[in-house]
């Protein structure tokens, strides 16, 4: 079976430039969620999708915007890119919808690097 | 303060070591509790949930403190390959139910 597939694996954009990055899920998982890892710091939850909804948001600026499609793959979009925003972007898929004690983890991709110059 | 407290070593131990890791959280409304491993340059990938009881699996044990939010993990019998970094996550069970990770605590095995 597939894992989740993201792509491209790496990037190279300009700052003021926009990106979009793509994430496959898990045959059979519905919810994506995203998140950034910067060098050094763990990953920072950016996004969370299920069933094409937004069910959440972390402290990132509106330059940063996503969508989940009805196959249940995700885009997420970054706007001006900024230095600062170089990084691993994370794509996670799990089962959810949320239950009550869910003690499953999530699945992480290997992620796309971006390097903005 | 961060809301995932972790000591970013790094850890340097000799193969067959005993190492233990400590993690602390400040949100009392989390609610699951993982441990992931992240080798460099590469995804996250879960290594074990964490359950009040304790749980254990193969060398590795955790434990979790609720009243003192705070969250172990312990690797027996150290092999070069549990090289990495070793994330500890907590999650609340409502809401957005997102992922907060600790900045991770690496550990080199040395032989």
């Known amino acids: 079976d597939a894992g989740v597939t993201q792509s491209p694996t790496h990037l190279i954009k300009t700052r003021g430039q926009q990106v979009t990055l793509r994430c496959s899920p898990i045959?059979?998982?519905?919810?994506v969620s995203w998140y950034q890892q910067v060098l050094g710091q763990g990953p920072q939850f950016i996004f969370q999708y299920y069933e094409k909804e937004e069910r959440g948001r972390g402290n990132f600026p509106d330059r940063f915007s996503a969508r989940q499609f009805p196959n249940y793959s995700s885009e997420l979009n970054v706007n001006a890119l900024l230095l600062g925003d170089s990084a691993l972007y994370l794509c996670?898929?799990?089962?959810?919808?949320?239950?009550?004690?869910?003690?499953?983890?999530?699945?992480f991709g290997s992620g796309t690097r971006l390097t903005v110059v | 303060r961060k809301e995932v407290e972790q000591d970013p070593g790094p850890f340097n131990v000799p193969e067959g070591a005993t190492v233990a890791f400590n993690c602390t959280y400040s949100n009392s409304a989390s609610q699951s509790f993982f441990w992931y491993r992240q080798d460099c340059r590469k995804e996250p990938k879960l290594l074990m949930s964490v359950y009040s009881s304790g749980n254990e699996d193969g060398r590795f044990t955790a434990q979790l403190n609720r009243a003192s939010q705070y969250i172990s993990l312990l690797i027996r019998d150290s092999k070069l390959s549990d090289s990495a970094t070793y994330l500890c996550?907590?999650?609340?069970?409502?809401?957005?139910?997102?992922?907060?990770f600790g900045s991770g605590t690496r550990l080199q095995v040395q032989p």
């Open positions: 045959s059979g998982h519905k919810s």
């Open positions: 996550v907590v999650r609340e069970d409502t809401g957005r139910r997102a992922l907060t």
């Open positions: 996670a898929s799990s089962l959810s919808p949320p239950r009550d004690r869910d003690i499953y983890g999530y699945t």
